[in-house]
């Protein structure tokens, strides 16, 4: 069963599904190979404009598989993948679109919060819970200072406490919340908004908006990835991993 699931929905919409519902759709090197090739494979359409990213099951994606990423060999790997895939939302000229239900928790907030539209369920739990498990969401801070401010930024990310869809959309993390029965109707409304405009005018709009900040996604994901490698082979990360995948309380030294 693939752990990314394609839906072409018209010609010029593709849907695309985290389809590791039995773990939340957590983050695994093969599910986030799967959706760099997804976001490929649509982007290389030439009729193709909107992307629809959601997930299966229960939750949108809570992170990464924390089971996996106890290997610290592969620590590196997974790292450079996060990098790839949120890079790989962020410059694709699709419009995406996440449309979120259930959870949407660490890494599973970096992929949503690269998005160009975010729409979710009324009862989602949104949140970046990096430090209680001895980490740097470094990756994903590359959105959220575009998208929230300092001062919400550093609630989300020094209290770590998991937020509610509407107070997500009040600091500017979410466009939309609706019925979780209207969640993908919501993102297909929007999609037609989308649609009414020139292609090549959208794609030209949404790489002036990046041009417009002084440094570039590319180049803070340079900078992030390095405080991120640091955290993850820290004594502090095989802690806080262990204790989460050992379900206690972690023991930080000091």
């Excluded at 590359?142 to 001062?151: D, H, K, N, S």
Aim: hydrophobic share 45%; glycine share 6%.
């Amino acid at each position: 069963m693939p752990v990314v699931l394609i839906e072409k929905q018209s010609p010029q919409i593709t849907v695309v599904t985290l389809n590791r519902p039995e773990r939340r759709n957590a983050l695994t090197m093969q599910l986030l190979n799967e959706l760099i090739a997804a976001i490929k494979v649509a982007s290389d359409e030439p009729h193709e404009r909107i992307l629809i990213l959601r997930g299966a099951g229960v939750a949108f994606c809570t992170g990464l598989d924390l089971k996996e990423a106890a290997d610290q060999k592969k620590a590196h790997a997974t790292a450079e993948l996060v990098a790839k895939t949120l890079i790989s939302l962020s410059e694709t000229r699709l419009i995406t679109i996440a449309a979120v239900h259930g959870a949407a928790v660490a890494g599973g907030a970096g992929i949503m919060s690269a998005c160009d539209y975010v729409v979710a369920a009324e009862k989602t739990k949104i949140g970046y819970p990096e430090v209680r498990r001895g980490l740097v969401a470094g990756l994903v801070m590359t959105f959220l200072r575009r998208q929230v401010g300092e001062r919400n930024m550093r609630e989300l990310l020094f209290g770590s406490e998991l937020i509610d869809a509407e107070r997500a959309r009040e600091i500017g993390l979410i466009n939309r919340v609706v019925a979780s029965d209207q969640v993908m109707t919501e993102a297909q409304k929007f999609a037609g908004s989308v649609l009414q405009g020139a292609p090549a005018a959208l794609a030209q709009t949404k790489r002036l908006i990046e041009e417009l900040w002084s440094s570039s996604v590319k180049e803070d994901f340079d900078l992030a990835l390095k405080y991120h490698m640091q955290a993850r082979e820290s004594a502090e990360a095989r802690e806080g991993i262990a204790a989460f995948n050992e379900k206690r309380k972690p023991n930080w030294a000091g």
